[in-house]
């Protein structure tokens, strides 16, 4: 009786544990959704006059501005507009023609294909130097790593990337340039998950995949280096913090080895706050790589959303601001989820 009383228990507070996750995210997405809706109700951009144009009669406008929905009341505008989000309805983009969420389907993948790789290289190298740079606090190791960190925060991107550019394409020709593959590869691959380097291993195309490879190796080490920085600073702070502990003092008058101090006793314990800074990089970089894409005319939806504002097209500006917006709650969501399993005490 008891053990049932214990399953019945459990189960019930598994339950209403992912009640409660889903009802944040849910009500974290509404408030994305009201944001969204009014900041494109209060721009000086008027959406029927970007649809009709500027040498549309009044008739013609009036209609248009009734088949839009804009004469209903700002309350019930919003239901329709949160009725067809729920549908995976953005609206239509006056810059392509085609439905914003088909666009968005296309662009995101290409973002996500970039800065995914930017991650990778950001927490591979941005982990260990954080944590050698707190075992050689005050050295000249620390400072270097402390100035290369600053870096980092201070460089322009787009500065960056036109630099990189310059002296690694045109220059040395070590990488391709600007776009994803070159002119002559493409349209041979048809996407299947939109991820170019994953699509080309699926068809087996060895010369397109290195061409692909070769295109987004420098946006990816730009986009790495300053999660890297961001990284290594925080991890470094964290580690400090750990290492002017009693226990680790305590591990050394015992005689335990330098390496094992720093990495089982020092490391070990800032792997949960690690995750929520991993997680927020990821996100910046999902976000923020508009001027990367814009310098290298990478056609993901950083690139998207600039062409979109240049032609004050508020569907797609709004459809690519919901997106991501959702991407930084999923993965905000995603490391408190870990952050529970890695964290014992988190979950009393």
Not at 147 to 157: E, N
Not at 208 to 217: E, K, P, Q, Y
Request: no cysteine; proline share 4%; net charge neutral.
């Amino acid at each position: 009786m008891s053990n049932n009383g214990n399953s019945k228990s459990k189960l019930l507070s598994l339950l209403t544990g992912i009640a409660g996750f889903a009802f944040v995210v849910v009500l974290t997405f509404l408030g994305l959704l009201a944001i969204t809706f009014f900041i494109g109700r209060v721009v000086p951009i008027d959406p029927v006059l970007s649809v009709v144009g500027d040498r549309a009669t009044q008739e013609q406008y009036d209609a248009a501005r009734i088949a839009m929905g804009l004469d209903q009341p700002l309350w019930r505008q919003f239901l329709t507009y949160v009725t067809d989000v729920a549908r995976g309805d953005f609206g239509m983009s006056i810059s392509t023609n085609r439905p914003v969420a088909e666009d968005l389907a296309r662009v995101f993948p290409a973002t996500l294909e970039m800065a995914t790789l930017g991650i990778i290289i950001g927490v591979v190298l941005g982990v260990p130097t954080g944590v050698w740079a707190a075992a050689k606090q005050g050295t000249w190791v620390d400072q270097i790593i402390r100035v290369f960190a600053l870096l980092g925060y201070s460089v322009p991107a787009f500065w960056l990337g036109l630099v990189g550019l310059a002296v690694f394409y045109a220059g040395l020709g070590w990488v391709a340039g600007p776009g994803r593959v070159d002119i002559y590869y493409e349209g041979l691959v048809d996407p299947v998950s939109g991820v170019l380097l994953i699509d080309v291993l699926l068809i087996g195309d060895t010369e397109v995949f290195w061409n692909a490879l070769s295109h987004l190796v420098l946006p990816s080490l730009i986009l790495g280096f300053f999660s890297l920085a961001y990284i290594a600073r925080m991890t470094r702070s964290f580690m400090l913090d750990q290492l002017g502990q009693e226990f680790i003092t305590t591990a050394r008058v015992k005689g335990v080895s330098e390496w094992k101090v720093i990495w089982s006793h020092g490391f070990k314990p800032i792997r949960v706050p690690l995750i929520t800074v991993i997680g927020l990089s990821y996100a910046a970089l999902l976000e923020g790589s508009v001027m990367i894409e814009t310098v290298f005319s990478w056609p993901g939806i950083g690139n998207y959303l600039t062409h979109a504002l240049l032609n004050a097209d508020m569907n797609a500006v709004l459809g690519a601001t919901l997106v991501i917006g959702a991407v930084f709650i999923f993965i905000n969501k995603i490391s408190d989820v870990l952050y529970r399993v890695l964290d014992p005490r988190s979950k009393s």
